[in-house]
């Protein structure tokens, strides 16, 4: 296992068009996490996962993105319409969690989005 | 609202002296808190974190403190090195789980 792995690496689209991006976590972790990183900005929080359950969702999120994780393994983050706003690096992070302690992110090397 | 905040963009400083890269955050429920470091089209790596229950950890080159009552945490690199050169990122956990990051700070130190 050599880490997170996220696919595609870049992905150029026109406005209005839908992506998706696939996240393969550490297999050993219970915890994959979805960040968006724009120029200049540290990663933003936009959602999580423990095991297949979604535990929450940033007001970043709005109707047009859509994750999941359905068995618990790779997970998948769709924007559907996308606009301009929406470029950006997406980064995907998985963990170990343990009672009281989540544990560090491990990330893997994003998926940057380009929306003309 | 800006939870963690890293108000230096950028430091330079010369290889051998000391890099002193500075966090504050407002959330007093924060209790463990995270350096990253970013090379460009990488993804974020773990570097070093401090328990809030602690106000000092020191691993090699890097030594995170943290002062409490400021609400302020400090990663110090000392010997700096050219391949310290990178983006830092202070993160804290929340009490779900989530890290909350700062904007990040580039790093460059010169030959």
């Known amino acids: 296992d050599t880490g997170v792995s996220q696919n595609p690496r870049h992905k150029i689209t026109k406005r209005g068009q839908n992506v998706t991006f696939r996240c393969d976590p550490i297999s050993e972790h219970n915890r994959l996490y979805w960040y968006r990183q724009t120029l200049g900005q540290g990663p933003e929080f936009l959602t999580y996962f423990q095991n297949e359950a979604q535990l929450e969702k940033s007001r970043l999120l709005s109707d047009r993105f859509s994750a999941e994780r359905p068995k618990g393994s790779f997970s998948t983050l769709e924007i559907q319409r996308t606009e301009q706003g929406d470029s950006a690096m997406y980064l995907c992070?998985?963990?170990?969690?343990?009672?009281?302690?989540?544990?560090?992110?491990?990330f893997g090397e994003g998926s940057r989005l380009t929306v003309l | 609202d800006q939870q963690v905040k890293q108000n230096s963009p950028s430091l330079s400083v010369q290889e051998g002296r000391i890099s002193i890269l500075n966090c504050d955050y407002t959330?007093?429920?924060?209790?463990?808190f995270l350096w990253y470091k970013k090379y460009p089209a990488e993804g974020p790596t773990f570097l070093i974190s401090?328990?809030?229950?602690?106000d000092k950890n020191e691993d090699g080159r890097f030594t995170v403190f943290l002062n409490k009552s400021a609400k302020h945490l400090s990663l110090h690199i000392v010997p700096s090195q050219p391949g310290d050169s990178a983006v830092y990122f202070c993160?804290?956990?929340?009490?779900?789980?989530?890290?909350?990051f700062g904007q990040g700070t580039e790093l460059s130190v010169k030959p």
């Open positions: 959330n007093s429920m924060f209790d463990y």
């Open positions: 401090i328990s809030s229950i602690k």
């Open positions: 993160a804290a956990e929340n009490q779900g789980g989530k890290l909350i």
């Open positions: 992070a998985s963990s170990f969690h343990r009672v009281g302690r989540t544990g560090e992110l491990f």
